[in-house]
């Protein structure tokens, strides 16, 4: 008795029907358009600044929206921390934003740069005084950038780049962004900061997140049983001090 062979599919056929599927998926494609635009986190800029500089519009086809490429020019902006553009199937485009906040005032020649905790310029002031408590002094600033950390005059090292970006960094994890009021940067091998009106002496940047963060905590523990504050709180062998 002869067995029935299974008919399988020739090799022309199996192509002929992956060819059809193909076509029938660009096709698809090519009338998926984009039809709603949502922008959402955003504070500085509105929607439709966030849309505008995105560069994407109703109409456009869904499928080759370049997703990416909007995303980096959304970063261009320079209160733009991170974006995040996504299609949304089957004719949407969302775009989520995360935007830096002002964290202090550096002086330049070109007047006051407001810049973030990351260190980077959001914009230039002027001469006034608004913007953001904490002022930075003994720093020379040779070149300012929105949506970068500033270039200092006579830092080859990057020295003083790391000190600058290290205490903003710093202030930001101890929770002092509020009440710090000046950072002064003329001895990188001792910063000083005024808070609450209180002389802290960091020493060095290096380690400066977790050492103003222990003078912050070790502060806040003398406030309890003093009625006046110290004068000041000083990071030296590996201790806070308070005097």
């Known amino acids: 008795m002869k067995r029935r ?18 076509i029938l998926v660009f096709a698809a494609a090519l009338f998926m358009r984009v039809s709603e635009i949502e922008a959402a986190g955003g504070a500085k800029y509105s929607p ?9 519009s109703v109409g456009n086809n869904l499928i080759f929206t370049g997703t990416r490429a909007a995303e980096k020019r959304l970063l261009a902006l320079p209160y733009i921390k991170s974006a995040e553009v996504r299609r949304v199937f089957p004719d949407r485009i969302s775009i989520t934003v995360t935007e830096r906040s002002a964290a202090a005032r550096l002086p330049s020649p070109d007047g006051d740069l407001l810049v973030a905790s990351d260190g980077a310029v959001l914009e230039t002031l002027g001469s006034g005084t608004g913007g953001a408590k904490l002022r930075l002094d003994g720093l020379s600033v040779a070149e300012a950038k929105p949506g970068s950390a500033p270039v200092f005059a006579d830092d080859r090292s990057g020295s003083v780049k790391n000190a600058y970006i290290a205490v903003l960094a710093a202030v930001d994890a101890a929770e002092l962004s509020g009440r710090a009021e000046s950072a002064d940067f003329s001895n990188l091998g001792n910063i000083i900061l005024i808070v609450d009106g209180i002389r802290f002496e960091l020493g060095s940047a290096q380690n400066a997140e977790p ?5 912050a905590d070790a502060l806040g523990e003398y406030l309890k049983t003093h009625s006046l504050p110290p004068s000041k709180v000083i990071y030296e062998s590996d201790k806070v001090h308070i005097y």
């Open 5 to 22: 062979r299974k008919k399988r599919g020739s090799p022309a056929g199996k192509l002929a029907a992956a060819l059809v599927v193909i």
């Open 48 to 56: 439709e600044e966030l849309i505008s500089a995105a560069r994407v």
């Open 211 to 215: 050492h103003l963060s222990a003078m």
